[in-house]
RNA sequence: GGGCCAGUAACUCAGUGGUAGAGUAUCGCCCUUUUAAGGCGAGAGUCGAAGGUUCGAAUCCUUCCUGGCUCACCA
């Protein structure tokens, strides 16, 4: 620590002489008449109009040498180089920019040029500082080999990425434009959603009663009140509140809270969008699903086919729709329609599959996840789910035991997750009747009954098809980003 | 929670029982078209933490902390 203190005093020391010098180091105007960028966009112009441009940025790299310096500024659109000349700038404002390290904020008046090398470059003329930086930032370098970039001490430390993200996004340009691909998806889905007549809304994320997904929830207190409060788990139930109001068609960009295990695909607060379309049922919003996500595709990755994490997805419309029986037929080569429960459970031991609760939905649940998710590349509605394992879907016509739901899996990975939502208020109470019991037997995941929630549905709630969509995983799939901690800016990390 | 791997200077890493190292960064000097700029010199570390083994530990052992991968868990 003692060299950090070093490195540190080392620029404080710089603040200093800049103070005797006379500059305020910390001004509040800057004053910029073009990006970057736009320099580059008309290169030859500038270059030929000699006019001075004023550009702001900070200083990426810095060659100082005795009477002469480049270093490259950068801004939000791009880096250009500098070129500063004792005699040019003047003894005294030369003076001031040997008191300027890697991560400064400066102003730089001048002209436009290309050096002896090619490089097109800023003539400086004069130099201002905008900030001083007075924490070293970890300095990576690169060389350009072929054509191709070598990144030399790049910032790799995984722990660090995330911890301090501001310096990943500094020094891993892909890291922001994973970032920026993450806003244009959520608001493309908007769009899309806004374009067909939904409307988006807010509802609770402080929750007296949470619900609509099996989680465990964090729970924290409201003093005045003196009640515990949930952080939302799901916004399923406020939303169908709405659908129940009159309004046909909702969505919301929801961020969740669940208080389970972290791992690559799970973070505790994440982000979904839910959907609830009134007279629609669960064959229009795969629809949907096809039509958002073949769009974004096109969009983001500009077809659709792209690689992800080495697997080769294809998205061209239709995807494959196959129920969870064909699913284990196809793959496991079994038959579970026809099998017994303890034919099944026999099945499970054979192949190691452990379970807390034998019963007939739970333990189709875990075949399916166990061989059948791992195979789904290409994007596929896994259809027709266990109505055990899904409180809030309605049955099929003709077999009650099955509920008409879907889940999407794309790259293996589920992205969404949706169902014909169950309407009938006395089917409704049953089922959360039968979660309350589960929840009574140790099932920390099963919800409470939600009696508001219920009285709101034996006024009457439309047919409705609902969704959610995990956004971060989403974001993952088109940015070929393997962990959900490289599509969220800050996750959740233990305290050190 | 289990298994495996990692943690050494601000950054990237070498060092597997015998005086803590390199490159970059920093500081000083030289250097007026450089671009991983260069040259000479200097400073900088509780080797993740705590115990233990040993004459001697970054290195071996134990426990713990943090992270990664993976399995389990997880709608």
Redesign the pocket.
Known sequence: ????N??I???K??LKRLAELGVNPFPSKAERSHLIAEIFENADKFVKSEICVKLVGRIR????????S???IEDKSGKI?V?A????VGEKNYQIFKQS??GDFVNIFGKI???????L?L?ADEITFLTKSIR?????????IDGKK?I????????????KRYLDLL?NPDVKETFIKRTKIIKMMREFLDKRNFIEVETPILQPQYG????QPFITKHNKLDMNLYLRI?DELYLKRLIIGGFERVYEVCKDF?N???????NPEFTMIELYQAYADYNDIMNLVEELLTEIANEICGTLQFEYDGMKINMKKPWKRASISSLIQEYVKINIEKMTLAEMLKFCKKNE????TKTYGKVI??IF??FVE?NLIQPTFVIDFPKE?????KSKPDNLEIVERF?VFIAGL?IG?AFTELNDPIDQRARLES?AEKRKSGDL???EVDEDFLEAMEYGMPPTGGL?LGVDRIVMLFTNS??I?DVIFF??????
């Open positions: 620590m003692q060299n950090e070093q490195l005093n080392a620029r020391e710089k790299s810095l060659r100082k040498m005795g009477k002469t480049f270093f490259h180089q070129y000349r004792k005699d040019d390290d890697l040029f290309y050096t002896k090398s090619g490089e470059s003539y070293p930032i970890p300095v990576v370098k690169e060389k350009e070598v030399y001490d790049q910032f790799a430390d995984k722990e660090l990425r995330y911890r020094l609509g997904a099996a989680a799901a669940r389970e295990g972290m791992d690559r695909m799970h599959i452990e379970l807390d649940d875990e996840k166990k791992p394992v899904s409180p809030l879907a889940e589920e997750n979660q995941e099963a919800s959610g393997h962990s901690k996750p959740q990390m233990r305290n050190i």
